[in-house]
């Protein structure tokens, strides 16, 4: 049924990383995604692997969910690899006709494919374990600072999670004006491209007036229910960090010390 | 609790210039007086400005003429506005376009949040009014999961969590099915009984006026009947003039009367009807 859709890709469980607050999570994935790029030997990988397998045994999110996410890069990583096997500059290994593949190819093309399946698991995991809410959540506070900068961050985190609600919706509503359309004649799947893009003009316009609509009735909902804004407003839910937040942030720093000073000790 | 003195409300349509095209009139010359603890019914065929009556208690909506009051305060007073707010809460007509939250407590929640309520307390208020309501069992379902009626409930108990003097219901059962309709009355009729709120529900269907204190009947603007259902409902050929319909077994009763059987006017429920045809076989 399209109103059972779940944005993201959130899997169901309960272990420490769902439990984890979700500022953690997105500082974790974002300090994960840098040491992707700091990490440039072999050890570094290995460190960044087995970092990635505990998270990944700790979430309790089945492999093959993760790697499920995987099918929908794979030409993408052909491509990189494809293009860093034979246009990085080099010693030559092996030449045919105008394709030459050198040493540094070869390993530059690994390195890559390695950093691109590590940056997509590891993100996917925060999405696999945080609900789209809590993410928005976090990302408010997180960006409080940018306040300061005149940045509306209250607003955008509520536009966000108001997106979130109306999709389920928006989705069935498309779904019934497709239905009344079809009825009366209309054809969305057969015809050209451009023709089918056509005919897709009225199916968007109903949508779009019956959004601002909704869009209006809910901005008089809100402020019926005393909405001003971020400003002297509490929190239902409120983000408090737990020992177990602040462990994981301690063995974010461990992980990232780690890779710094691999780095270094080899080079 | 609620006032309106010379109310006046006029919409302005515009051209693309913005001069002035024409001037509709949707609330003309309306003087209310609603008691604490009320349980008061407004109906309207579509267009007979109930719903921009309603827009006032709340201060969405600003008169054009007269005045507002809700429980003492001018509601063109900006420094009361958030106030007004809290004490005058307002369920609306399309229960999907009214719920906030992803989760049902978290929508609750919403509008102790707004207001600045500390954590536990908000917690507290949610639990109380989803349980006034009979909802707790889903507070943790998303609300795309639920049926019209339970949607509505959950927009009454978002309400109530703002611990309001006086709600007011917006046509709250026009997209509902006959059984979504009798569960949002049922809540209605419970808070005004057991919680003491004053209740102004705005309705077009008959069957849900008749357990009201007092009933308006408005048409293009005006107020143009009061009185108790009774006293509405005898007057069955007047509200045929402003289009409106009476309860099924108020009209069975008129016409029965009009036939020649000795019933009084204003039968408003079946029980009431069994009773007096009892009395004329014997």
Known sequence: ?267 | MLRTDKLVFEYIRRDEEGNVEGITRAVDNVNLDVKPGEFIAILGHNGSGKSTLAKHFNALLYPTEGEVFVDGMNTEDDSHLWDIRQEAGMVFQNPDNQIIGQVVEEDVGFGPENMGVPTQEIWERVEESLKTVGMLQFRKSSPNHLSGGQKQRVSIAGVIAMHPKCIIFDEPTAMLDPNGRKEVIRAARALNQVENITIILITHYMEEVIYADRVFVMDKGHVEMTGTPREIFSQVDRLKELRLGVPQVTLLAHELKKAGLPLPDGVLTREEFVEELKKIKR
């Open chain 1, 1 to 267: 049924m399209l109103r059972d859709i779940t944005l993201g890709q959130y899997y169901r469980t309960e272990s420490v990383i769902h439990s984890l607050d979700p500022r953690v999570k997105l500082v974790a994935t974002f300090a994960f995604i840098v040491s992707l790029f700091v990490a440039n030997n072999f050890i570094g990988y290995v460190i960044a692997a087995l970092f990635l397998a505990m998270v990944i045994y700790l979430s309790k999110v089945p492999p093959k969910f993760i790697f499920r996410g995987m099918k929908t890069i794979f030409f993408l990583l052909l491509l990189t690899m494809v293009f860093n096997l034979f246009l990085t500059p080099g010693t030559p290994i092996v030449s045919v006709w105008k394709f030459t593949i050198t040493q540094e190819g070869l390993k530059m093309a690994a390195m890559m494919a390695v950093r691109l399946v590590f940056l997509i698991t590891g993100s996917s995991l925060m999405t696999l374990t945080t609900t789209p809410n809590h993410l928005t959540d976090g990302l408010e506070r997180l960006l409080r600072p940018l306040r300061l900068f005149k940045v509306p961050v209250h607003e955008i985190s509520m536009m966000m999670s108001i997106a979130l609600r109306f999709i389920p919706i928006l989705m069935e509503e498309t779904d019934k004006i497709m239905k009344a359309q079809m009825a009366r004649g209309a054809d969305f799947e057969s015809g050209s491209l451009i023709k089918r893009a056509k005919s897709l003009v009225p199916l968007l316009v109903p949508l779009f007036i019956s959004a601002f609509r909704r869009a209006n009735d809910l901005a008089m909902a809100m402020e019926a229910r005393c909405y001003k804004g971020g400003d002297g407003r509490t929190k239902m839910k409120p983000l408090i960090y737990e020992k177990r937040d602040r462990l994981a942030y301690l063995v974010i720093i461990l992980y990232l010390v780690l890779i710094v000073v691999m780095g270094r000790i080899l080079f």
